[in-house]
């Protein structure tokens, strides 16, 4: 496929594998295409990591059997290195790009449940965000009024204000949608409806709990191709 010119964002390589080994087809790839910048991820069996590790050919190396959530923020690493070195191959002059842990997006979270908050809080820190916490939608908009946030995680139902009324409110006080924040809604209903309800109070996209790492991150990175400053 290399070979006839497809085009790969990242390679997953195993170690154990007949006629070429993921070392030796890593080693192949780079021999190919010197210049060609195919971050590579490794997996190996016990006892095998460490030989794929020093011929400094992967980006990443991951023991057999990988969990999914392993996986995942091995994949999405890779994703962020290359694009890190994109940008700066593009801007030779420029420093180097922030590290995930230093986003400049800002998350507020409008959750009364203190469990959630927390993994919440938990999940945003693993993929890079700055989040700030609330208990229900009263809260919510007091904290935009003082400072601006990217992204609302908004639960539905909170007590005082719930999500709706919160979002619809939002909406009224910011009716330009490029000016105010992207609202994801986080609800434990997966009942068919709920997303039009939402959907209809102004909130802009939608997820259910217990937030799972993989659907949170789809979210914030939709968000991100809806407004290219989120």
């Not at 070392?23 to 021999?31: G, S, T």
């Amino acid at each position: 496929w290399l070979t006839a010119g497809e085009t790969f964002d990242v390679g997953v390589l195993d170690m154990q594998m007949p006629e070429m080994d993921g070392v030796m087809l890593a080693e192949a790839i780079r021999l190919q295409r010197d210049d060609l910048e195919l971050p590579l991820l490794l997996l190996s069996s016990v006892g095998q990591r460490e030989a794929g590790a020093d011929k400094k050919l992967f980006a990443k190396c991951l023991t057999k059997p990988a969990k999914p959530t392993q996986l995942f923020d091995a994949v999405a690493a890779l994703f962020r290195w290359a694009e890190e070195k994109r940008a700066a191959s593009m801007h030779p002059f420029a420093r180097p790009a922030l590290t995930t842990v230093a986003r400049a997006e800002h998350v507020l979270i409008a959750e009364d449940n203190v469990v959630n908050q927390k993994v919440a809080l938990l999940m945003l820190g693993k993929l890079g965000f700055r989040a700030d916490v609330t208990g229900n939608g009263l809260e919510a908009l007091e904290a935009l009024q003082r400072q601006t946030y990217n992204v609302v995680l908004m639960d539905v139902q909170m007590p005082e204000m719930d999500g709706l009324e919160a979002t619809r409110r939002i909406c009224q006080q910011w009716q330009d949608p490029a000016k105010r924040p992207w609202i994801i809604a986080l609800t434990a209903n997966a009942m068919q409806g709920d997303r039009e309800l939402c959907m209809a109070a102004g909130m802009d996209d939608y997820i259910t709990k217990p937030i799972k790492l993989e659907e949170l991150s789809a979210a914030l990175d939709r968000a991100r191709l809806a407004r290219p400053k989120v």
